[in-house]
């Protein structure tokens, strides 16, 4: 199965995460929180963990994930997410997802910015996440 991935950013370190598509949703200017989504391919033969996430746009970045309690959704903070050898790790909405906290400007569709996402084996990754108005299709071209 190919999935056509626009051509955003797929980026790998020393064979190392790899990122597919990273993204934020376009938020109205006095919107507190944001959320960044993406996916990491992890080419290597051990697993890693993503232990957090800063960027300057935000005040601080949570790793969040969608825990079902009963009929609810609740969302829940998490102090790493894993990414097995060889697997992937999907941040994406009703997900897991890095919560941006005191945005300090507007996410306006269209602009991108920078999300440093730290592994525990990886180390410090920056990312650019591309803001979009709504969730990118698999087979989206710029």
């Known amino acids: 199965m190919r999935l056509k991935l626009a051509p955003l950013i797929l980026l790998a370190l020393f064979g190392n995460p790899a990122f597919a598509h990273p993204w934020a949703r376009a938020l109205p200017p006095n919107a507190p929180t944001g959320a960044a989504y993406f996916v990491v391919h992890n080419k290597g033969a051990q697993g890693d963990r993503l232990l957090g996430a800063s960027t300057p746009r935000a005040t601080k970045a949570e790793l969040h994930t969608h825990v ?75």
């Open 68 to 142: 079902h309690l009963g009929d609810v959704m609740k969302m829940q903070q998490v102090d790493s997410v894993g990414v097995p050898a060889g697997g992937e790790a999907r941040f994406e909405p009703s997900s897991n997802h890095v919560m941006l906290f005191g945005l300090k400007q507007p996410l306006v569709a269209g602009e991108r910015f920078p999300l440093t996402l730290e592994f525990e084996k990886a180390g410090k990754v920056e990312v650019e996440i591309a803001i979009e108005a709504e969730a990118p299709k698999a087979e989206h071209h710029h």
